[in-house]
T-cell receptor, first 114, second 113 residues
Framework: AQSVTQLDSQVPVFEEAPVELRCNYSSSVSVYLFWYVQYPNQGLQLLLKYLSGSTLVKGINGFEAEFNKSQTSFHLRKPSVHISDTAEYFCAVRRSYNTDKLIFGTGTRLQVFP | DSGVTQTPKHLITATGQRVTLRCSPRSGDLSVYWYQQSLDQGLQFLIHYYNGEERAKGNILERFSAQQFPDLHSELNLSSLELGDSALYFC????????????FGPGTRLLVL
């Protein structure tokens, strides 16, 4: 079975500072990895995904993530955050075959302060 | 806007009641997934339909059921509601086999009093 651990439930940061949101996964099979963002009172929006190939993936809104197979991690980074990045961020994993469900982490609340 | 629509946006009901949540996937998408987001359980997969057929079940209670209709919209039926069923219910759609990305709707917020 697959599982996802988001190590930080909350990350406070000042505007224009860099940020890293950590995600570790566990799986005995090949997986795809995703980051979703949830703004207040909204649904989930895909930020980026890793399927194969280059381990550094770039997403929307200036976010990027690096897949590290040896450390089973998929940390999300942004070099300079904005107030508008305040949201809940979810890391998710699914098997790379079959029409499989997403397994989500518990989420990280990013709070950007002016 | 993901293209996935869900109705109603909010629902307030009493314990013991039954409700139906509706989801319309993106045009052409054959797969519909239902997820529940609650404070204590986080985001959990409930059930997956593909072109009208049930494909997978997750942590879905026996009081809950779902179906996908020929026009591909889906309904999630929740019965004998309990306080603990209060949550945000999302549906997501995906185009077809081999497509990796699920697109989420805005959710239905259910409050059971």
């Amino acid at each position: 079975a697959q599982s996802v651990t988001q190590l930080d439930s909350q990350v406070p940061v000042f505007e224009e500072a860099p940020v890293e949101l950590r995600c570790n996964y566990s799986s005995s099979v090949s997986v795809y990895l995703f980051w979703y963002v949830q703004y207040p009172n909204q649904g989930l929006q895909l930020l980026l995904k890793y399927l194969s190939g280059s381990t550094l993936v770039k997403g929307i809104n200036g976010f990027e993530a690096e897949f590290n197979k040896s450390q089973t991690s998929f940390h999300l980074r942004k070099p300079s955050v904005h107030i508008s990045d305040t949201a809940e961020y979810f890391c998710a994993v699914r098997r790379s075959y079959n029409t499989d469900k997403l397994i989500f982490g518990t989420g990280t609340r990013l709070q950007v302060f002016p | 806007d993901s293209g996935v629509t869900q109705t109603p946006k909010h629902l307030i009901t009493a314990t013991g009641q039954r409700v139906t949540l509706r989801c319309s996937p993106r045009s052409g998408d054959l797969s519909v997934y239902w997820y529940q987001q609650s404070l204590d359980q986080g985001l959990q997969f409930l059930i997956h339909y593909y072109n009208g057929e049930e494909r997978a079940k997750g942590n879905i209670l026996e009081r809950f059921s779902a179906q996908q209709f020929p026009d591909l919209h889906s309904e999630l039926n929740l019965s004998s509601l309990e306080l603990g069923d209060s949550a945000l219910y999302f549906c997501a759609s995906r185009e077809r086999e081999g497509q990796e990305t699920q697109y989420f709707g805005p959710g239905t917020r259910l409050l059971v009093l």
